[in-house]
């Protein structure tokens, strides 16, 4: 549809423009901040005379940290973690949001079920009673631990259940008549149809699974089976003791650096896995945030 540029339209347009860009600016100079304080060397970090820009440019944050075999052990558990963690995740909130999904007269029990999963969403059992059940299944120290505790997410559920919900009935009959079975009509009819939503809930389980550290802490004994935000998140506070052991070298470097340029390396090498998968799904992640949030 074209609009009849008037001078209020131009107007408009300028505004909506500038107030956007505002915006953007308002996420990317943080990250841009960020960045440069972990490329500036201990006095400019301390002092903080770091705005958007290195102040004595130096690399010691990240070599520091990408030296260490590990900092690789721990992306390498992450990237574990992310994989297997979403790959769970999707699979039981799409066996569970298509039969949910159905109207009463195809589901016969589908209130209860539902209310049985929402209550779950305001009433947990608390900390020590899921350590406990995580312990008692032999999970701890595994891999495990960090993925079966939170493997449906409801939220996530919720949110593919009403997208379901808002594809024609007619699709789902039309299979049932060619003599297609449920299982049939989910992979080859509602997910396929369904991509914005998949996109929006993964991007969900993906940044959930990445920035997770606490559960590792709590779960996991070894340090060498510690996710990344883990490993990160222990990093700075045993700077300290791991400084006794250097080489000359290493403790050359260390004078270059500080407990805030560490901090922000850590932060900005945590964040960019996430901000390089984002625009790849951006485009169905707008959509999936409106289609089917309407329909009940």
């Not at 209020?8 to 440069?36: D, E, M, Q, W, Y």
């Not at 990445?210 to 045993?238: R, V």
Request: glycine content about 6%; aromatic content about 14%.
């Amino acid at each position: 549809m074209l609009h009849k540029q008037t001078i209020s339209r131009k107007i408009f347009v300028v505004c909506n423009t500038l107030l956007l860009t505002f915006i953007t600016l308002l996420g990317i100079i943080p990250f841009v901040h960020l960045l440069a304080i972990s490329l500036s060397t201990n006095t400019a970090a301390m002092a903080g005379e770091v705005k958007l820009w290195p102040v004595g440019f130096t690399w010691d944050s990240y070599a520091y940290l990408g030296e260490k075999v590990e900092f690789f052990r721990s992306f390498w558990v992450s990237i574990e973690r992310v994989v297997l963690g979403t790959a769970v995740n999707m699979l039981l909130v799409f066996i569970s949001a298509y039969p949910l999904s159905k109207s009463n007269d195809q589901f016969k029990f589908r209130t209860p079920y539902v209310w049985f999963f929402a209550i779950t969403m305001f009433f947990g059992g608390g900390l020590i009673p899921t350590y406990i059940v995580v312990k008692e299944t032999g999970l701890i120290n595994s891999i495990w631990a960090l993925i079966l505790p939170g493997a449906l997410n409801v939220w996530n559920m919720v949110l593919m259940l009403n997208f379901f919900r808002s594809i024609p009935r007619e699709l789902d009959e039309a299979a049932t008549i060619d003599g297609a079975g449920h299982l049939r009509v989910l992979w080859q009819i509602y997910l396929p149809v369904s991509l914005p939503s998949i996109a929006t809930i993964g991007l969900f389980t993906i940044v959930g699974h990445w920035n997770a550290w606490f559960d590792g802490i709590l779960y996991l004994n070894s340090p060498e089976k510690y996710p990344l935000q883990t490993y990160l998140s222990t990093l700075i506070m045993s700077i300290n003791a791991q400084m006794s052991s250097m080489s000359i070298e290493q403790l050359e470097m260390m004078e270059n650096l500080s407990e805030k340029s560490l901090k922000t390396a850590q932060i900005f090498m945590g964040a960019l896995p996430i901000m390089l998968v984002y625009p790849f799904l951006q485009k169905y992640f707008v959509k999936g945030m409106t289609v089917g949030s309407v329909k009940e």
